[in-house]
Nanobody, 123 residues
Framework: QVQLAESGGGLVQAGDSLRLSCAVS????????MAWFRQAPGKEREYVAS????????HYADSLKGRFTISRDNAKKTVYLRMDSLQPEDTAVYFC????????????????WGQGTQVTVSS
């Protein structure tokens, strides 16, 4: 059973940067596409970025290109999300998700989820 645990969230000011981490236990990390989603209060869960399992190919939501950077360390079984120039509209719970041998931008494409980490950006 794959288990995901996010960390690194917190309260920051507009313009600050933050790096989230997602540690994976169980399963074979290298065969899982890893993704980040976020959910703001009162809104649906939104795709942020993913890194494909086989070649590490990276994909971002169009609206977040340039400010967010996803990366993975297969040796540490960890995926990261660096967020720069944070804005109040980035305030959300950020979730890590895993998809074995597949890929997608819809939350239904992912089998495993972490509990989420809160990111709050003050103006």
């Amino acid at each position: 059973q794959v288990q995901l645990a996010e960390s690194g969230g917190g309260l920051v000011q507009a313009g600050d940067s933050l790096r989230l981490s997602c540690a994976v236990s169980g399963g074979t990390f290298s065969t899982h596409t890893m993704a980040w989603f976020r959910q703001a209060p009162g809104k649906e869960r939104e795709y942020v970025a993913s890194t494909y399992w086989s070649d590490g190919n990276i994909h971002y939501a169009d609206s977040l290109k340039g400010r967010f950077t996803i990366s993975r360390d297969n040796a540490k079984k960890t995926v990261y999300l660096r967020m720069d120039s944070l804005q109040p509209e980035d305030t959300a719970v950020y979730f890590c998700a895993a998809n074995r041998l597949g890929w997608g931008t819809n939350e239904r494409d992912y089998n495993y989820w972490g509990q989420g980490t809160q990111v709050t950006v003050s103006s």
